[in-house]
């Protein structure tokens, strides 16, 4: 069983900065595809940002290209995303999401088996 918790979510201005990161539980996380996802009020859950088992490839929803990257540090079991020039529109639940066991870049919200419980981020204009 996989544990994510993840956390640095907040209010901020538009233009500021957050960094999120997620704990996982477990001594194989080198081994787990991560993603972030998001979910905003009335809409479905969205990727955000998507990490390969070393770090050797990402992903970005084209919404956050440019301003969002996601990062891994496997010796500290954790995953982040750094979040520039927030908008409003960026105001959503941010979820922690891993794939046990792989080894390719997952980028569709059912390939992750494992979830968090979520960080709120609200971007005021």
């Known amino acids: 069983q996989v544990q994510l918790v993840e956390s640095g979510g907040g209010l901020v201005q538009a233009g500021g900065s957050l960094r999120l990161s997620c704990a996982a539980s477990?001594?194989?996380?080198?081994?787990?595809?991560m993603g972030w996802f998001r979910q905003a009020p009335g809409k479905e859950r969205d990727i955000v940002a998507a990490i390969t088992w070393n770090g050797g490839n990402t992903y970005y929803a084209d919404s956050v290209k440019g301003r969002f990257t996601i990062s891994r540090d496997n010796t500290k079991n954790t995953v982040y995303l750094q979040m520039n020039s927030l908008k409003p529109e960026d105001t959503a639940v941010y979820y922690c999401?891993?794939?046990?066991?792989?080894?390719?870049?997952?980028?569709?919200?059912?390939?992750?088996?494992?979830w968090g419980q979520g960080t709120q981020v609200t971007v005021s204009s």
């Open positions: 477990g001594r194989t996380f080198s081994s787990y595809a």
């Open positions: 999401a891993a794939r046990s066991n792989s080894w390719s870049l997952r980028v569709d919200i059912s390939e992750y088996n494992y």
